[in-house]
C-alpha cells in the first residue's frame, strides 16, 4: 500500500510568512487611519483678544441726501450705528463703508474688527452748506469771501461783503434754500454813513371874531311891571355899556376879533449807518395821568403817570445800495400842546383839565441819490368853527336882533412843509470848528466900564521861530563845550 506523499518543510513556512505579513498590514492601516483623518482636519480659529482698547476715529461730516464711501485699514466683521434716523450706515465688505446723511443730526458708529479691536467714530449730518456756497459765489460773484457753514439746524454767513444791501441778499439766498433759521455773521468791509438834512416849515393862521350883548330893561304899565334880561356875552376882551341914569335899563356889549399867526422852523441833521436807525427829538415831555384798573387806597382810582413827547421829531433807516443810490424810510412828525384840553373827573369828585397833543406825521420811503432832495408837502388843515345863540325869537329880529344874540366865528388854516436831503458822508479827521471858539469872556473893566458882553478877540500868537541847528563837531567848527 502507498504512502501519501508530505509536503516539504520549507514550502509551509513560506506560506505562513506570509499570512503573518497580510495580518500586520492590516493592523497597521487601521492605526494609521486616524492620525491621516487628524492631518486632513481644519486646524480651530484662534480665540480673539478682548482685552484690545478701543480707538476714536475722526469725526465724519455728511450732508442731507447725499452719501460717501469709507475705505477701513482692516477688515472689519461688524458694525452698528447709534440713530439709523440720522445716518444710514452698511457695511458692503470687511473693508468698505457705504454712509449716508438721512437728517440733520448727531449719531456714532461702532465698528468691531476681527483682530476684536473697536473703533468709535462720530457722525455729523447737516444741510448742504457746499452747495449753498457755490450758489451764492455763482450769482454773487463780486462777493468771493462769504463763507457758508452748518450748526445744528441752521446755517451761518460769515464773512465780509461790500454793503448791507448784499447781506440782505445772501441771508435771503440762504432762507430760500431751505434752512429752517439763517444765522447772520457778515460784516461790510466800508460801512456807509448817511447824514440827513431835515426843513421842517409850518405857517399856521387863525381868525376869531366874537360878539355879544346883555340886555336888562324893566318898564311898568299901571299896575304891571315887566323886565327883559339877556345875557349873551361871549367873555370877548372888549366890552362897551350904556345906562341910563336914574334907571336900571342897561345894555351891554362886548366883541372881540383876534389874528394869530404860528411860524416853525426846524431844521434837524442826523447821522446813521446804512441798515441802522436814526432818531432825533428836538421838543419835551409833557406827563399824563392814566388811570389804572384797580382802587387805591381808601378806595380812590389809582392813577399813573404816563410820559408823552412832543416837538419835532425824526425817525429814518437808510440803506446804501449799489451805484450810490440811498434806500431811505423816514417819518418825521411835529407835534404840540393844544391851548384847549381834556377836563375829566377825578375819584374825588374834582374836576381837571388834561392837555393834549397835536401831532402832524408823515411816513414814507423813497429812493434817490446822494445830495437830492424830496418834499413831503400838502399837510393842509382847514378848520371852521362857528357857535351861535339867542334868543327865540326875539333873536331872529333883523338888526335889532343882534342884541338877543351872540356869535362866534372860528377859521384856522395850516400847512406843514418837510424836505429832506440824504448825503453819504465820512468822519473828520482832525480839528472841528466849534462855535464857541471865537467867543472871549469879557475882563471886569470891560463889563462893568464899558457894557460890554464879549471881550476884545486876542492877537493870534505867532509860533517863534525855530533854533538855528548846531554846527556839526566835525565840520571844523567849534560847537559846545572844550573840556580841557
Not at 458694525?79 to 447709534?82: E, K, Q, Y
Not at 460773484?141 to 468771493?144: A, F, L, N, S, T
Not at 464857541?436 to 475882563?443: E, G, I, L, N, S
Given at each position: 500500500m502507498d504512502r501519501p506523499i508530505s509536503q516539504p518543510l520549507s514550502c509551509r513556512l513560506t506560506l505562513l510568512a506570509a499570512a503573518l505579513a497580510t495580518a500586520l498590514g492590516a493592523v497597521s492601516a487601521q492605526a494609521a487611519e486616524p492620525a491621516r483623518r487628524a492631518a486632513t482636519k481644519p486646524a480651530l480659529a484662534q480665540p480673539a483678544d478682548a482685552n484690545l482698547p478701543t480707538e476714536m476715529a475722526p469725526p465724519m461730516r455728511l450732508t442731507t441726501g447725499k452719501s460717501t464711501l469709507l475705505k477701513l485699514t482692516e477688515p472689519m466683521s461688524r458694525?452698528?450705528?447709534?440713530n439709523p434716523e440720522v445716518a444710514d450706515?452698511?457695511?458692503i465688505n470687511p473693508r468698505e463703508v457705504y454712509l449716508l446723511g438721512k437728517k440733520v443730526g448727531s449719531t456714532n458708529v461702532f465698528l468691531w474688527s476681527k483682530s476684536g479691536r473697536t473703533t468709535i467714530m462720530d457722525i455729523h449730518v447737516s444741510f448742504d452748506a457746499t452747495g449753498l456756497q457755490d450758489k451764492l459765489h455763482q450769482l454773487m460773484?463780486?462777493?468771493?469771501a462769504i463763507k457758508v457753514s452748518g450748526a445744528g439746524e441752521s446755517l451761518v454767513l460769515t464773512g465780509k461783503v461790500a454793503d448791507a444791501t448784499r447781506v440782505q441778499r445772501a441771508v435771503f439766498l440762504a432762507e430760500q434754500f431751505g434752512s429752517k433759521k439763517v444765522i447772520n455773521l457778515l460784516s461790510t468791509t466800508d460801512p456807509m454813513q448817511v447824514m440827513l438834512e431835515v426843513k421842517v416849515a409850518e405857517v399856521s393862521k387863525t381868525v376869531l371874531d366874537k360878539l355879544g350883548a346883555e340886555l336888562s330893561l324893566t318898564g311898568t304899565s299901571g299896575r304891571?311891571?315887566?323886565t327883559l334880561l339877556t345875557s349873551l356875552l361871549t367873555g370877548a376882551a372888549g366890552t362897551i355899556g350904556v345906562t341910563r341914569s336914574g334907571s336900571t335899563n342897561a345894555l351891554t356889549l362886548d366883541a372881540e376879533l383876534r389874528n394869530g399867526l404860528v411860524k416853525i422852523l426846524a431844521e434837524p441833521t442826523i447821522m446813521a449807518i446804512s441798515g441802522q436807525e436814526g432818531a432825533f427829538l428836538a421838543g419835551g415831555k409833557v406827563y399824563i395821568p392814566v388811570a389804572?384798573?384797580?382802587a387805591g387806597i381808601g378806595g380812590v382810582a389809582a392813577f399813573t403817570l404816563e410820559e408823552k413827547e412832543f416837538g419835532v421829531g425824526l425817525k429814518f433807516t437808510p440803506t446804501v445800495l449799489e451805484g450810490g443810490r440811498i434806500n431811505l424810510r423816514v417819518t418825521p412828525e411835529v407835534s404840540e400842546l393844544s391851548q384847549i384840553g381834556a377836563s375829566f373827573t377825578t375819584g374825588t369828585g374834582a374836576t381837571s383839565v388834561l392837555p393834549t397833543i397835536t401831532t402832524r406825521r408823515a411816513s414814507t420811503t423813497v429812493q434817490l441819490f446822494d445830495g437830492q432832495s424830496f418834499a413831503i408837502g400838502g399837510l393842509i388843515k382847514s378848520n371852521v368853527t362857528e357857535a351861535l345863540k339867542k334868543f327865540p325869537g326875539l333873536g331872529e329880529v333883523p338888526v335889532i336882533g343882534a342884541l338877543f344874540r351872540s356869535t362866534e366865528f372860528q377859521n384856522e388854516r395850516s400847512e406843514l412843509l418837510f424836505i429832506?436831503?440824504?448825503r453819504l458822508v465820512k468822519p473828520v479827521e482832525g480839528y472841528v470848528a466849534l462855535p464857541?471858539?471865537?467867543?472871549?469872556?469879557?475882563?471886569p473893566a470891560e463889563f462893568l466900564l464899558g457894557g460890554q458882553m464879549e471881550g476884545s478877540p486876542q492877537a493870534p500868537v505867532v509860533p517863534a521861530a525855530p533854533k538855528a541847528a548846531p554846527a556839526n563837531p566835525q565840520s571844523g567848527i567849534p560847537a559846545g563845550?572844550?573840556?580841557k
Open positions: 458694525i452698528s450705528v447709534g450706515v452698511v457695511l460773484p463780486e462777493e468771493r304891571t311891571s315887566f389804572q384798573g384797580g429832506i436831503t440824504p464857541t471858539d471865537r467867543f472871549v469872556a469879557p475882563t563845550f572844550e573840556l
